[in-house]
Nanobody, 127 residues
Framework: QVQLVESGGGLVQAGGSLRLSCAASGRTFRSYAMGWFRQAPGKEREFVATISRTGGSTHYADSVKGRFTISRDNAKNTVYLQMNSLKPEDTAVYYC????????????????????WGQGTQVTVSS
């Protein structure tokens, strides 16, 4: 069982930055690929970024490529999402997720590939 708790959301002006954190419980954090998803009102939850269990592989949605950076610290059981050059269309609830990847070296981009989800943190970007 893995519990995930996101933090770092808030209100920011367009062009600003935020850093989201996701703290995981348990001793098997390093066996999980981690991902960030987001859901805007009235829209489906969509993939944002993923990172492999070692941190050696990352993948981003085209909409955030070059602006967002995902990273992880396995010693702290934490995954981060650094968000720069924020746009109003980035406004959403952001969720982190963990997918079992003991025998896999990449990340996951599909919701169905994840086993555990956090409760979400609101990010609002004003124009």
């Amino acid at each position: 069982q893995v519990q995930l708790v996101e933090s770092g959301g808030g209100l920011v002006q367009a062009g600003g930055s935020l850093r989201l954190s996701c703290a995981a419980s348990g001793r098997t954090f390093r066996s999980y690929a981690m991902g960030w998803f987001r859901q805007a009102p009235g829209k489906e939850r969509e993939f944002v970024a993923t990172i492999s269990r070692t941190g050696g592989s990352t993948h981003y949605a085209d909409s955030v490529k070059g602006r967002f950076t995902i990273s992880r610290d396995n010693a702290k059981n934490t995954v981060y999402l650094q968000m720069n050059s924020l746009k109003p269309e980035d406004t959403a609830v952001y969720y982190c997720a963990a997918g079992w990847a003991e025998y896999y070296s990449g990340g996951y981009s599909l919701r169905s590939q994840y086993d555990y989800w956090g409760q979400g943190t609101q990010v609002t970007v004003s124009s």
